[in-house]
């Protein structure tokens, strides 16, 4: 890859050379001039990365303002990074023309945060290294697109969101729903007072099955298994806590709560995320928590399965979380309820669907009895509130037409992004708050201004975990009782 300023010398030097004019087309200097493009590399580069974030960049190669390139990847599978370099080249190859071979492959991250070259990068790893490397990326001087959740415990998150907010770097959060039309458009709606004064949120999440083969097995040569695990504690190798040796199905580690907390964090930081900014709690939480959960008797997979957990805020909003709920966010105020979801999510019809599980689990375990019905997205108890307008002087959310795509235009302008570090971090505490409550049974009185548990040492023992030698993320002392996680 060359920069503008080589190129430039180097156009010169061969014109003067061949006694040519000093002439460098106009294309040069414009908006997709290598000198304008953002130069990528994803760490991580398994299901996620493929299917989605990848992707999400690359669809604006080319593209005036957000034009850019995936130039390196890494993973700690050398067969991953090898397919990886193979997906970017032919993907380049067909959008540019010609043969593309000029994608960077890694296998130590660190190595590619050195690269000076590398502007920014794509991190989408799984749930334990988000903070790290996102810590590891902003130190590089590298902007940086963090998959979600934001971090395994929360005294990581609050050191990974200092470190965005002390720097100048673009830190995004992979909460794509700020992104959607129907999401900002209901948040506006509630914001603006359309169904009165929120009193209740529900959120339905499903939760994960038991499963799960234990029986330790090789680690694959061309996989460093050590530093996958990173700062989790050493335990045996197999294929089901890790990830599918051939191929990108969902992988065992999303059921391991040594690598994340199962669903709560895992879909619930995009629910909860979507809560708070209807409920203009994007830079707080809630002041209580408390709940009950399920959780597998055999097997490997120990991440939670039914559950229903509330939270209470300072301004008297109660939020309810439960697989019981239909898959989404519905805020309930004093003059009615709204309520969204996802695009393409379905629901089995009544007559098959059991009381609560109209979730798309429920459709995909109804052994075929039940027929799928399209959901719409954004409705409310008053239809007519959907089609309310917003006039000029309500107030109106942030909107972007896409999350990659804001992102690369934060890259480029330095504007404030639409998902920061410290949003990201304050939904993902939200859902790690009701996954403790899920653990210990007790009811968690928290501050969300000093972010430590008020008088219950075991609660309180769950906002950090101890790291292993070589794996640690660099913050001080956290286990004693007087020091809040927000002067971290």
């Known amino acids: 890859m060359i920069d503008r300023r080589s190129f430039l010398k180097t156009a010169a030097a061969t014109a003067a050379a061949a006694g040519f004019p000093t002439i460098v087309p106009a294309s040069v200097f414009g908006a997709t001039a290598p000198s304008n493009r953002i130069n990528i590399g994803a760490i991580g580069v398994g299901r996620i990365s493929r299917g989605h974030d990848m992707p999400g960049v690359w669809q604006y190669t080319g593209v005036a303002g957000r034009d850019n390139r995936i130039v390196a990847v890494c993973d700690l599978s050398a067969n991953r990074v090898k397919l990886a370099q193979q997906l970017v080249d032919e993907t380049y190859a067909k959008k540019l023309g010609g043969n593309y071979t000029g994608t960077r ?12 070259d590398i502007d920014a990068v794509l991190i989408s790893t799984p749930d334990h290294q988000h903070a790290r490397l996102a810590v590891a990326a902003i130190k590089a001087k590298k902007d940086v697109y963090l998959q979600k959740p934001a971090s395994l415990t929360i005294a990581e998150g609050r050191i990974m969101a200092n ?9 995004q959060i992979g909460s794509q729903q700020r992104s959607w039309k129907q999401f900002a458009r209901a948040v506006e709606l509630v914001r603006n007072g359309r169904i009165g004064t929120v009193k209740e949120v529900e959120i339905g999440l499903p939760g994960d099955p038991a499963g799960g083969n234990p029986q330790p097995m090789p680690v694959p040569a061309d996989f460093n298994y050590d530093a996958w695990l990173g700062s989790t504690p050493e335990v045996p190798y197999t294929v089901d806590r890790v990830m599918p040796v051939q191929g990108f199905d ?12 199962g669903m709560i964090t895992g879909w619930g930081a995009h629910h909860v995320d979507t809560a708070h900014w209807g409920m203009n709690t994007e830079l707080t939480g809630p002041i209580e928590v408390w709940g009950q959960a399920e959780f597998p008797k055999s097997g490997l997979w120990d991440v939670h399965g039914p559950f229903k957990t509330y ?4 301004n008297g909003v109660k939020m309810t979380i439960s ?31 059991p009381t ?15 027929k799928p019905v399209p959901i719409v997205p954004l409705r409310a108890s008053n239809p007519k509130v959907v089609d309310s307008v917003i006039g000029p002087n309500e107030w109106h959310a942030y909107t972007a037409d896409d999350h990659h795509g804001n992102w690369l235009d934060c890259v480029k302008s330095r504007k404030t992004n639409i998902a920061t570090a410290e949003i990201g971090h304050r939904a993902c505490t939200t859902c790690l ?28 023992a769950l906002t950090a975990r101890h790291q292993r030698k070589g794996y640690e993320i660099a913050y001080r002392e956290i286990f004693s009782s007087d020091r809040s996680l927000a002067t971290l």
């Open 105 to 116: 492959g890694y296998a130590d991250y660190r190595e590619l945060l050195a690269q000076k």
């Open 163 to 171: 470190h965005a907010a002390a720097s100048s770097q673009i830190v």
């Open 250 to 261: 969902r992988p065992g580690w999303l059921r391991m709560e040594q690598f994340g907390a």
């Open 311 to 314: 939270g209470l805020y300072e």
């Open 323 to 353: 697989g019981a709920y239909e898959n989404g966010i519905k805020w309930i105020g004093t003059d009615g309820w709204i309520f969204v979801c996802r695009d393409g999510m379905t629901t089995p019809t009544a007559a098959a669907t």
């Open 356 to 370: 609560g599980a109209n979730t798309p689990a429920a459709t995909a375990n109804s052994g075929g009895s039940a």
């Open 433 to 460: 708050l009701h996954w403790m409550a899920m653990k210990t049974d007790h009811h968690i009185h928290w501050d969300p201004k000093t972010e430590t548990v008020k008088g219950d040492d075991i609660a309180g």
